[in-house]
């Protein structure tokens, strides 16, 4: 099962009292849900998930914690209109963990993997329509260059583009491992057994399916605005281009004006409504990586809402 990436340091982090209202915008298979339902006594967790079985599985284990929640079957960007249409207006805590869950990667028909034959999919949402294969056999070379260079960093990024559109000029690509040798073919040796030359272009395709920049950049305004004075938002990102994103989002929201940034005291019309909880971002603790290899990369950052 799904073990939760830096649960300890994230619930800490949220700073939860009895009363809370909590929201947990990526509910997954329950593992922070469950920790922070512990925690509220008098509070209320309401917690967002788009998988269908990931529902199934957490409506039954949160039961048994207790009935202070609320499951809500909807994509995270939708939180506030879900939120506003149930009357509530100001939240405690937010908590974003953005990782794929193991059971989406270790499911093969889901398509997540490159270590696994399925066909491509790669749909967090399977009521969705677009999937990987339509993004692999339909983007022009250009736009899938574009995309595995923005969304997966990749050096090889035009070289693989233009060999998916030569081969599938003969035949649709239909499954993961076709794809994974025609990523192969297109990468040199020695780069490839540096690491998976399919990892950042998988990644690549699957932030596309699900619009998952997009769908952050939204969620995190949303959350930034209703979170109550003394409420904090926290984000657990599993590669650079989330971290950078939340990132530089919280340093505009919490960076003070040059001007006044020495002085010992900043004055009130300085100061800004947020303050960073985290000034280098925490990572998972030695134990935790060696048991949990997918924590390797994860990165909690918290901010506060002051004023």
Known sequence: MHESVLLEEAIAALSIKENSIIVDMTLGFGGHSSAILKRIKRGFLYAFDQDEEALTYSQKRLSQIGNRFEIIDSNFRYMKKELTKRGVKHIDGFLFDLGVSSPQLDEEERGFSYHQDAPLDMRMDRRRTKTAKEVVNTYSQEALRNIFQMYGESKFANSIAKRIVEERAHKEIETTLELVEIIKSAVPMKERLKKH????????????????????????????????????????????????????????LSEVDAKVKGLPEIPFAYQ?????????GIQASEEERTKNRRSRSAILRVIEKVK
């Open 197 to 252: 030359p399919a990892r950042q272009i998988f990644q690549a395709i699957r932030i596309e399916v699900n619009q998952e920049l997009e769908a952050l950049e939204e969620a995190l305004e949303d959350a930034l605005e209703m979170v109550t004075v003394g409420g904090r938002v926290a984000v657990i990102t599993f590669h650079s281009l989330e971290d950078r994103m939340v990132k530089k989002k919280f340093k505009e």
């Open 272 to 280: 800004k409504n947020f303050r960073i909880v985290t000034e280098k």
